[in-house]
């Protein structure tokens, strides 16, 4: 069984702080995928990393995929009360490419 | 433009009676269709997918079933609720492989 271990699970920061949210496994993944979701919604998705060592930029969140395929992080620079939420990633892989392996989430709440 | 519809959005009910969750999308064909549960806010556990109508992969073995009578329809049943059945319960859709999942906005499930 594919896990995925996100850290840390609860994190508050004041508004114009910079924080960074990890996602690690010990399996390797097809890609992986950050999504983001607010109380009482679906998640909504943020971005796709496919190769590893893959950098994208989203406005102020930038994700990474590492070079062995196996974890990624997620930055958000200068964060606002508007990134609050539920920050989950998703891995792709394990024989099956129909199945995603959430993680447990890391909830962010931005202080204004 | 695709869509996904889910409902109720909020379900009380007590243990032993039945359930029913539906789940429709609008806007495409033959999609991957989910039912996953989340509890407390937290990581997303997958309970059942479908690749196409009549096919239904089980994730977690448990007293909760589903089936696709059509395309684009994904129901959610149980012949008789448990306490631990309470929870959040979220349909999604994909399509194809490695692509991301667009969810509806769940379904409060407090059962009582």
């Known amino acids: 069984t594919q896990l995925l271990e996100q850290s840390p699970q609860f994190l508050s920061i004041q508004e114009g702080e910079n924080l960074t949210v990890y996602c690690n496994s010990s399996?390797?993944?097809?890609?992986l995928q950050w999504y983001r979701q607010e109380p009482g919604e679906g998640p909504v998705l943020l971005v796709t990393v496919v190769t590893g060592g893959e950098v994208k930029k989203l406005k102020r969140l930038t994700f990474q995929f590492g070079d062995a395929r196996k974890d990624s992080s997620l930055h958000i620079t200068a964060a606002q009360p508007g990134d609050t939420g539920l920050y989950l990633c998703?891995?792709?892989?394990?024989?099956?490419?129909?199945?995603?392996?959430f993680g447990k989430g890391t909830l962010l709440t931005v202080n204004p | 433009s695709q869509t996904i519809h889910q409902w109720p959005a909020t379900l009380v009910q007590p243990v032993g009676s039945p359930l029913s969750l539906e789940c429709t999308v609008e806007g495409t064909s033959n999609p991957n269709l989910y039912w996953y549960r989340q509890a407390a806010g937290r990581g997303l556990q997958l309970l059942f997918y479908?690749?196409?109508?009549?096919?239904i992969s089980s994730e977690v073995p448990q007293n909760l079933s589903a089936s696709r009578p059509q395309d684009r329809q994904f129901i959610l049943s149980s012949k008789k609720l448990l306490l631990s059945d309470s929870g959040f319960y979220l349909c999604a859709w994909g399509q194809g492989d490695m692509r991301p999942l667009h969810f509806g906005n769940g379904t409060r499930l407090t059962v009582t």
């Open positions: 479908s690749v196409g109508i009549g096919q």
């Open positions: 998703a891995g792709v892989g394990g024989g099956s490419n129909y199945k995603l392996t």
């Open positions: 399996s390797v993944f097809s890609s």
